[in-house]
């Protein structure tokens, strides 16, 4: 599906505000309330928005750690990958994990209450994932951008 001007209003108003009513979305784009839902369903049919969610402030429930872990595997074969991945999403505290190209394997980001919190995940957690040679560890001191979309694509 290609995306024009009025998908891309669409999609901002949205990003912005994810329970925007259809009204506000039409505003938005200078559409009619049906029109714009119609517009919106176009993409969530074609897959470009692929669910609404609610964009919680873990610092306020008690996770203000973010922690950066990269994990090198002992093997790159396709069995110590799916074995890894399996495992990675049953991991309690893991928010994010990325199969990275480079030096290592894959980028794990885990919120923590705490460096204390973030030594009980390490142990429990991260240190018991199976085919893992290396594990490097960085904590975030400040988020600067938090996004969900890059503006140049709403643009």
Known sequence: MRMDRIDRKILSALVEHGRATQ???GDAAGLSPSAAYRRQKALEDAGIIRAYRADVNLRK????????????????????????????????????????????????????ASIEDYEVIHRQEIARLPRVARIETAFALREVVNRTVPPRMLA
């Open 61 to 112: 429930l008690g996770l203000g750690a973010t922690v950066m872990v990269t994990i090198t595997l002992d093997s790159q074969s396709e069995e110590a990958m799916e074995a890894f991945e399996r495992a990675v999403t049953t991991s309690p505290s893991i928010i994010r994990c990325h199969l990275m190209s480079g030096r290592n394997d894959y980028l794990l980001v885990v919120r923590a």
């Open 23 to 25: 009204q506000e979305v």
